[in-house]
Structures are given as structure tokens and as C-alpha cells.
């Protein structure tokens, strides 16, 4: 009996070994199919890319394109632009396909990488953006693009001497760059690189602060002469696109009653009250004196009381 056992044990795992194999066996040949009949293996990839109306922005291909066969974009179904290897065909847009002009020459393509450029982007312009790779290694990549309105410029009104700040709207990371313009003149709150301009400088000094984790920027002690348009340029950029953002703020400070006189003109009118005030001053004291020694009215010249009529007696 013992033995018999064991020979049926024997049989039970060479068996469950004998199916454990064919499965292998089955699992090595559906592989094999696949790569067999299969023309190619194509890599896929999806990046989101959430834009603000009025952005430009840069899909990144992340190759060299002298070392691809082709490069094409498509916008849905629509090809919108192409860059071959040796830069022999490109094309953008309508180039691409006759009487197609949604992007209307909004779009570039960078020739040593094949990156996509679209600018001054719109609502319209959200939608899903497929690069196609073609090399000894094809590739596939999505952008999904979405864009939103944004409002008109901010405005912020405030009276003189107060305080404003404006908000960036976003935080900084360490490969964004920042810059802020005043009527077209940069600034920023390094008060050593604080304007571009002499007269920036005079406007500003000491009056500018930088948050360094949003970027934002708030003037002190604001003055009538800050009254403007000021504008952030922002510079986004990872590995999969980069952004260049530009947002705007309309400055409106209303001076207080009075404060409006230059500080010359202050100390003229503060030096004129002193001497008028001076010489009020010296008129009475003048007037003083000369009630002291006036010569009362009774009294001759010699200092002697006119006699009385009474006693003067006829002769």
C-alpha cells in the first residue's frame, strides 16, 4: 500500500509539471505572435497643459530631429505640421493642408527639435495635439490642451500712501522666471536691478518688495506718480512643455487733499508763514516801544504841566 501511494504521487506531480509547462509554453508563443505580426511597437504617452487665453506655449518632441526620419503634429484628425530629418519638407498650418487656417500663422515649428509652437493661443485652440515620431523606434505623444478666458486687466484703485499688491496668481517653481514691467519699463524687487531706467530708480527706490514664492510684487507707500500699467511676464518650463504667460494690472492712486504740492513747494509756503509771522511779531513790539515813549498830550515840552486857568489871576 505504502508503495502503490507513493507511485500515485509520483504521477499527480509529473503531471501538475506537464500542464505548468504547457501554459509557459502557451504564454511564450501568444508573445511570439504578437511581435511576429505586429508591424511595429509604437510607445504612447499623455500630457495635460492647462493655458490661460492670450498664452504662448511650446510642446516638446524631447528628441533631435537629425535623428528621426519624420515628425508630424496633428490636431484631431488634422495634420497641422511636419519637419522631416533632413529638414527637406516643413510645413505648418495651411502649408500643410490647403484651406485649413484655424491657427493662421500662430504656429512654428522648432527646427532642431520639432518642437510645436503655438501662439497667442485661444479657446478654440483647446482640443488634443498627437506628435508622431517616425525613426527606427516610432513614438507616439498626446497633449491635451485646455485654455480659459481670462478677465481684463485688474484694476486697483487706493489712495495715496497705501499699500497694493499684485498677485502673480500662481506659485514659483525653480525654472520659472518672472519679470515685471512698469508702462513698458522693467522692474523688479532687487532694489540693487530695481528699474532699467535713472528715473525708474528715483520712482521706486525703496518702495518695492517681491514675494520670492509667488512672485507677486507690492509697492509701498504708493504715490500719485505709480498710477499705470504694470505687467508680469511668466516663463514656465518642465520636461514636456513650457509657457510664457502675461498678466495685467491697471494702478490708479488718488492723492490725498493737500499732498499734492511738491516738497519745494511745501517748504516755500512753510518759510513764507515764518516770515510773516516774524514780522507781525517785530510790528508789535515796534508798536510797544513807541506807546512808551510818545509824549502825553497834557504836557509841554519841558515836561511841565500847563498852568490852570483858575489860578491865573488878571493884572
Given at each position: 500500500?505504502?508503495?502503490?501511494?507513493?507511485?500515485?504521487?509520483?504521477?499527480?506531480r509529473?503531471?501538475i509539471r506537464?500542464?505548468?509547462?504547457?501554459?509557459?509554453?502557451?504564454?511564450?508563443?501568444?508573445a511570439?505572435?504578437v511581435?511576429?505580426?505586429l508591424p511595429?511597437?509604437?510607445?504612447?504617452?499623455?500630457?495635460?497643459?492647462?493655458?490661460m487665453?492670450?498664452?504662448?506655449?511650446t510642446l516638446?518632441?524631447?528628441?533631435?530631429?537629425?535623428?528621426?526620419?519624420d515628425?508630424?503634429?496633428?490636431?484631431g484628425?488634422?495634420?497641422i505640421?511636419?519637419?522631416?530629418g533632413?529638414?527637406?519638407?516643413?510645413?505648418?498650418?495651411?502649408?500643410c493642408?490647403?484651406g485649413?487656417?484655424?491657427f493662421?500663422?500662430r504656429?512654428k515649428?522648432?527646427?532642431?527639435?520639432?518642437?510645436?509652437?503655438?501662439m497667442?493661443i485661444?479657446?478654440?485652440?483647446s482640443?488634443?495635439?498627437i506628435?508622431?515620431?517616425?525613426?527606427?523606434?516610432?513614438?507616439?505623444?498626446?497633449?491635451?490642451?485646455?485654455v480659459?478666458?481670462v478677465?481684463?486687466?485688474?484694476?486697483h484703485?487706493?489712495?495715496?500712501?497705501?499699500?497694493?499688491?499684485?498677485?502673480?496668481?500662481?506659485?514659483?517653481?525653480?525654472?520659472?522666471?518672472?519679470t515685471?514691467?512698469?508702462?513698458?519699463?522693467?522692474i523688479?524687487g532687487?532694489?540693487?536691478k530695481?528699474?532699467?531706467?535713472?528715473?525708474?530708480?528715483?520712482?521706486?527706490?525703496?518702495?518695492?518688495?517681491?514675494?520670492?514664492?509667488t512672485?507677486?510684487?507690492?509697492?509701498?507707500?504708493?504715490?500719485?506718480?505709480?498710477?499705470g500699467?504694470?505687467?508680469?511676464?511668466?516663463?514656465?518650463?518642465?520636461?514636456?512643455?513650457?509657457?510664457?504667460?502675461?498678466?495685467?494690472?491697471?494702478?490708479?492712486?488718488t492723492a490725498?487733499?493737500g499732498?499734492?504740492?511738491?516738497?519745494?513747494a511745501?517748504?516755500?509756503?512753510?518759510?513764507?508763514?515764518l516770515?510773516?509771522?516774524?514780522?507781525?511779531?517785530?510790528?508789535?513790539?515796534?508798536?510797544?516801544?513807541?506807546?512808551?515813549t510818545?509824549?502825553?498830550?497834557?504836557?509841554d515840552?519841558?515836561?511841565?504841566?500847563?498852568?490852570d486857568?483858575?489860578s491865573?489871576?488878571?493884572?
Open positions: 500500500m505504502g508503495a502503490a501511494n507513493a507511485d500515485e504521487h509520483l504521477l499527480i509529473i503531471r506537464y500542464l505548468r509547462g504547457k501554459v509557459k509554453m502557451k504564454l511564450i508563443f501568444n511570439l505572435a511581435t511576429l505580426f511595429y511597437h509604437v510607445a504612447f504617452d499623455k500630457v495635460s497643459v492647462s493655458l487665453e492670450g498664452d504662448s506655449v516638446h518632441t524631447g528628441v533631435e530631429t537629425n535623428q528621426q526620419d515628425i508630424k503634429w496633428y490636431f484628425d488634422t495634420r505640421a511636419q519637419i522631416t533632413d529638414l527637406s519638407d516643413i510645413c505648418t498650418d495651411v502649408q493642408n490647403v485649413t487656417e484655424r493662421r500663422d504656429l515649428l522648432d527646427h532642431q527639435t520639432g518642437s510645436l509652437i503655438i497667442n485661444t479657446t478654440t485652440d482640443g488634443e495635439y506628435l508622431k515620431i517616425i525613426s527606427n523606434n516610432d513614438s507616439e505623444k498626446i497633449f491635451s490642451v485646455s480659459t478666458e478677465p481684463a486687466a485688474e484694476l484703485e487706493m489712495t495715496e500712501r497705501e499699500s497694493v499688491t499684485l498677485d502673480s496668481g500662481v506659485i514659483k517653481h525653480s525654472n520659472d522666471v518672472m515685471w514691467y512698469f508702462n513698458e519699463t522693467e523688479t532687487d532694489q540693487s530695481i528699474c532699467t531706467d535713472v528715473q525708474c530708480k528715483e520712482r521706486f527706490r525703496g518702495r518695492l518688495k517681491l514675494d520670492h514664492q512672485g507677486s510684487l507690492t509697492i509701498m507707500n504708493t504715490r500719485t506718480t505709480d498710477s500699467d504694470y505687467k508680469l511676464l511668466i516663463n514656465i518650463r518642465n520636461s514636456s512643455f513650457s509657457v510664457t504667460r502675461v498678466k495685467r494690472f491697471s494702478v490708479s492712486v490725498v487733499p499732498s499734492d504740492l511738491s516738497p519745494a511745501v517748504a516755500g509756503i512753510v518759510i513764507a508763514v516770515l510773516v509771522a516774524a514780522a507781525v511779531a517785530a510790528g508789535v513790539v515796534n508798536y510797544h516801544r513807541r506807546s512808551r510818545a509824549v502825553p498830550q497834557n504836557e515840552d519841558d515836561g511841565n504841566s500847563p498852568p486857568p483858575k491865573i489871576h488878571l493884572r
